[in-house]
Structures are given as structure tokens and as C-alpha cells.
T-cell receptor, first 113, second 112 residues
Framework: GDSVTQMEGPVTLSEEAFLTINCTYTATGYPSLFWYVQYPGEGLQLLLKATKADDKGSNKGFEATYRKETTSFHLEKGSVQVSDSAVYFC????????????FGAGTRLFVKA | KAGVTQTPRYLIKTRGQQVTLSCSPISGHRSVSWYQQTPGQGLQFLFEYFSETQRNKGNFPGRFSGRQFSNSRSEMNVSTLELGDSALYLCASSDRQNTEAFFGQGTRLTVV
């Protein structure tokens, strides 16, 4: 079945460092891909999305490109801030058989001042 | 537009009891999904409802059930609670397939 694999955390960075969180997926169809962020005590918020191959999603300085050839959707940010500390989830949704989102295990990011 | 609302936010139950959680989706959203989040298992899909019909179900025992009403509000029920059911239960709504899910803040269930 469909699955999402993302790098294990925690990831600890200093402020203004470059961030990459790797994400790869397995899907039988043509899924949409997402990055969600979860701050402490909160539900998940959509960070960015891409609905087809070669699309680039971007938001708040974060970017990710839908790479069908490598089945990847890596999250990047050029300069992280302390406020970016959170758990990041890579996810896919597949139109097969109704609406279902499959999540990766999540990667916790700590950013130090 | 109001977001996804889950009630209650926190709940403490005793083993063997049952519990009902509620989710009100964003107005106009007809798909409601439920997820269980635990430190050990991460985010796991429970089930999805669309127009009062369950379209998708995850790999959970029959103690976990749900339903959706004609106004798209959804409830999930867990019977014969076990300690391992302690988790954050998240509800998400969507307006059509292959678009993002909008999440509520979750219900934190603790089973003692």
C-alpha cells in the first residue's frame, strides 16, 4: 500500500542554518504531496503542498519539489528561526477509494538561538 | 470561516469504559477523517466518512467506530477502553479529494 518515509529526528540546528528534511513516498497512483507542521499542544497545519510532478510548494520560506523520478518531496528552508521549532510531517493523499492521507512518522526540529 | 472543532479537548477515562469524541468540520466540508497520534506509533488513520458513509477504514479493532451525521458532524466511539488507547485523537475535514486536510486541535484521551 501507499507509504511515506521521512528522516528520523530530532534535528537540532542553530538559528539561520539551512534545513533539509528528507521524504520519500510509495504510491500506486498519482498522489498529492504535503508537508504539515505541528506546534506543541496543537493539531496539524498545512505548510505547503504539490499536486503533480515537478510542482514546487512554498510557504513561509519553506520549499519542497514533487520529484516523481525519485519519489521524493524533501523540505528545505534557507535560514531557520527559533519559531520554526516543531514537528514536521510529510504526507500524501491518494484519490483511490476515497479521501485518506498517509503520514510519515514526523521529524522533530529544534532550533537554538 | 470557523475551523475544525473537536470536543472535548481533554478527557480522562477508566479502563473498560467507553468514550465518544465529537468533530465539527469546516462549513461545506463533507469529508471527515479521524487519526490517532501516539509517541510510539505516530499518526495512524482510523477512518474517513463522506456524506454519512464510511469510505475508508484503517487497521484498528472493532472497538473503534464512528459515524457522520447529515450536517457532516462526526463522532468516534471507543468501547472497552484499554491503557494503550491513550492518545491524541485528531479529526480533519476536506472539501474534495486530493486536497489538503484541515485539522482540529485534537482530543487528548488519557485512560487510567
Amino acid at each position: 500500500g501507499d507509504s511515506v518515509t521521512q528522516m528520523e529526528g530530532p534535528v537540532t540546528l542553530s538559528e539561520e542554518a539551512f534545513l533539509t528534511i528528507n521524504c520519500t513516498y510509495t504510491a500506486t497512483g498519482y498522489p498529492s504531496l504535503f508537508w504539515y507542521v505541528q506546534y506543541p499542544g496543537e493539531g496539524l497545519q498545512l505548510l505547503l503542498k504539490a499536486t503533480k510532478a515537478d510542482d514546487k510548494g512554498s510557504n513561509k520560506g519553506f520549499e519542497a519539489t514533487y520529484r516523481k523520478e525519485t519519489t521524493s518531496f524533501h523540505l528545505e528552508k534557507g535560514s531557520v528561526q527559533v519559531s520554526d521549532s516543531a514537528v514536521y510531517f510529510c504526507a500524501l493523499s491518494d484519490r483511490t477509494g476515497g479521501f485518506k492521507t498517509i503520514f510519515g512518522a514526523g521529524t522533530r526540529l529544534f532550533v537554538k538561538a | 470561516k470557523a475551523g475544525v472543532t473537536q470536543t472535548p479537548r481533554y478527557l480522562i477515562k477508566t479502563r473498560g469504559q467507553q468514550v465518544t469524541l465529537s468533530c465539527s468540520p469546516i462549513s461545506g466540508h463533507r469529508s471527515v477523517s479521524w487519526y490517532q497520534q501516539t509517541p510510539g506509533q505516530g499518526l495512524q488513520f482510523l477512518f474517513e466518512y463522506f456524506s454519512e458513509t464510511q469510505r475508508n477504514k484503517g487497521n484498528f479493532p472493532g472497538r473503534f467506530s464512528g459515524r457522520q451525521f447529515s450536517n457532516s458532524r462526526s463522532e468516534m466511539n471507543v468501547s472497552t477502553l484499554e491503557l494503550g488507547d491513550s492518545a491524541l485523537y485528531l479529526c480533519a475535514s476536506s472539501d474534495r479529494q486530493n486536497t489538503e486536510a484541515f485539522f482540529g486541535q485534537g482530543t487528548r484521551l488519557t485512560v487510567v
